[in-house]
């Protein structure tokens, strides 16, 4: 079983930049589709982003798009999210999940299995 980590979130300043990091443990990570999803105080958990297990396609909320990259180093067991141009609205806590990458629900929470512990981003105007 794929075990997921967080880490690289905190303060930020608007427009600035910000590296979250999901390191995995387990064999079968490199079959895995990852996501990230955020969920903000009082909202409810969203999508943000996700990547294939081969890296060949992601996709981005549209609130993201254009700021986010996802990106996946398999010989690290890491995906990354590169925020970039970050907005107050970006606060939120960020998590990474898991699926046994069928093609399917990528964007979609309840298709993930395994997920990380979160990690607090917080932009500030």
């Known amino acids: 079983q794929v075990q997921l980590v967080e880490s690289g979130g905190g303060l930020v300043q608007a427009g600035g930049s910000l590296r979250l990091s999901c390191a995995a443990s387990?064999?079968?990570?490199?079959?895995?589709?990852i996501g990230w999803f955020r969920q903000a105080p009082g909202k409810e958990r969203e999508f943000v982003a996700a990547i294939r297990w081969n890296g060949d396609e992601t996709y981005y909320a549209d609130s993201v798009k254009g700021r986010f990259t996802i990106s996946r180093d398999d010989a690290k067991s890491t995906v990354y999210l590169q925020m970039n141009s970050v907005k107050p609205e970006d606060t939120a806590v960020y998590y990474c999940a898991g699926q046994w990458d069928l093609g399917l629900g990528l964007t979609n929470m309840h298709a993930y299995v395994v997920w990380g512990q979160g990690t607090q981003v917080t932009v500030s105007s």
């Open positions: 387990g064999p079968t990570f490199d079959k895995y589709a």
